[in-house]
T-cell receptor
Framework: GAVVSQHPSWVICKSGTSVKIECRSL??????MFWYRQFPKQSLMLMAT?????????EQGVEKDKFLINHASLTLSTLTVTSAHPEDSSFYIC????????????FGSGTRLTVV | AQSVTQLGSHVSVSEGALVLLRCNYS??????LFWYVQYPNQGLQLLLK??????LVKGINGFEAEFKKSETSFHLTKPSAHMSDAAEYFC???????????FGAGTRLFVKA
């Protein structure tokens, strides 16, 4: 149980194009999902907190217009990297909290984005 | 503000040897602490978590960690390393609301045959 599916697992796109990454909770409802970015050999940096039915909360320094987050349903959150540039190349990971009483988080398998 | 410091970006042990990965935290409120493992190009898998219950927490794959408030530490241990334990390990802290998790820089564990 408590599975989060992230798609695609990897994507290559050209500079200037947009890429959408999906994060789905398969067997539970996730009112809150989190989006992280991970540079090679570095830790995860929280980008934003995605709340179902409302605007996402972005961390300081994260461009809201660059990284569009939509959480339209209790099982789906999407991250769109708009007008991607090579410096946006990274590993993006989503997570969702499935156990509000016991702080259970589950993570997606991540998306490797390469912008050429 | 909360933070996590993982001592040692790389740890190398021999197969069968004790694994010790160090984590110190800083928190102005009672923390909730986690250890995650990440294999290459994969997401994170929860090994164990401390949520103010027993200070010695047992997790999956034979790992355990002890919460020591006096030392603000939450070190991860495993009595006998296996080759399959080679991965990146992250210590993380969350506030009592549980809405934001802060990760340490990670420690890569190498296991030698």
């Amino acid at each position: 149980g408590a599975v989060v599916s992230q798609h695609p697992s990897w994507v290559i796109c050209k500079s200037g194009t947009s890429v959408k990454i999906e994060c789905r909770s398969l067997d539970f409802q996730a009112t809150t999902m989190f989006w992280y970015r991970q540079f090679p050999k570095q830790s995860l940096m929280l980008m934003a907190t995605s709340n179902e039915g409302s605007k996402a909360t972005y961390e300081q320094g994260v461009e809201k217009d660059k990284f569009l987050i939509n959480h339209a349903s209790l099982t789906l959150s999407t991250l769109t990297v708009t007008s991607a540039h090579p410096e946006d190349s990274s590993f993006y990971i989503c997570s969702a909290r499935w156990d509000s009483n016991n702080y259970g988080y589950t993570f997606g398998s991540g998306t490797r984005l390469t912008v050429v | 503000a909360q933070s996590v410091t993982q001592l040692g970006s790389h740890v190398s042990v021999s197969e069968g040897a004790l694994v010790l990965l160090r984590c110190n935290y800083s928190s102005s409120v009672p923390p909730y602490l986690f250890w995650y493992v990440q294999y290459p190009n994969q997401g994170l898998q929860l090994l164990l978590k401390y949520t103010s219950a027993a200070t010695l927490v047992k997790g999956i794959n034979g790992f355990e960690a002890e919460f020591k408030k006096s030392e603000t530490s939450f070190h991860l241990t495993k009595p006998s390393a296996h080759m399959s334990d080679a991965a990146e390990y992250f210590c993380a802290v969350s506030d009592t609301g549980g809405f934001k998790t802060i990760f340490g820089a990670g420690t890569r564990l190498f296991v030698k045959a």
